[in-house]
């Protein structure tokens, strides 16, 4: 015989509760029962009824689904489009002559760092055409330095090349006793391409 005290526990209760569910499942569902047999409903209706169930069910599954994955869906559909667009835009290549002009541009409109920006520029596509120091889109400014040093011009090219460095990475403006710096050493460096053979 049990205790008043284990008659009390939450175990005991939870055990009653199971026992209590249990049979009253049964009793739900005898074959025997006849209250609770579903005669009344045609046999070609349950099949087409429990159908209906699984298809709400998949639904609902569906319709939350698509609530909460389709936001990340969209943005990963807009960010595909932003990487295909920007690998399609073409790059624009400027000659040595344009180049030199936009400087000249610039340079008489008294913007001296946009100037030495695009004589900096000029310098790189000279070197390229020159098939001395081809374009790479990777290349840094000490990357430049370093190719320059291979070849006769590294003294006067490492101007341009540190003054752009300066102009880039250090947010400074240019005056025009740099910018004269600059084309005296964009001279040079045309003067030595031109002699060499």
């Not at 489009?81 to 290549?93: F, R």
């Not at 880039?168 to 030595?192: K, L, V």
């Amino acid at each position: 015989m049990s205790t008043a005290a284990e008659k009390t526990s939450w175990r005991w209760q939870l055990e009653q509760l199971q026992q209590q569910l249990g049979e009253w499942l049964e009793v739900r569902f005898r074959s025997d029962d006849r209250d609770l047999n579903f005669d009344f409903f045609p046999k070609w209706l349950w099949p087409l009824l429990v159908n209906l169930v699984w298809l709400a069910l998949a639904g609902l599954v569906f319709w939350f689904g698509y609530r909460f994955i389709y936001p990340y869906l969209q943005q990963w559909v807009v960010r595909t489009k932003q990487t295909t667009s920007e690998v399609v835009k073409p790059v624009q290549v400027f000659t040595v002559n344009e180049l030199l002009a936009k400087s000249q541009q610039f340079q008489r409109a008294g913007d001296y760092t946009q100037a030495s920006r695009w004589l900096y520029l000029a310098m790189l596509q000279r070197l390229n055409d020159a098939n001395l120091i081809p374009h790479q889109d990777s290349r840094t400014d000490r990357e430049y330095i370093q190719a320059l040093g291979t070849i006769p011009i590294a003294n006067v090219g490492e101007i341009l090349v540190s003054i752009h460095e300066q102009l880039h990475f250090g947010n400074r403006q240019i005056a025009s006793a740099d910018f004269d710096r600059c084309q005296q050493a964009y001279r040079q460096i045309e003067e030595r391409l031109t002699v060499a053979p």
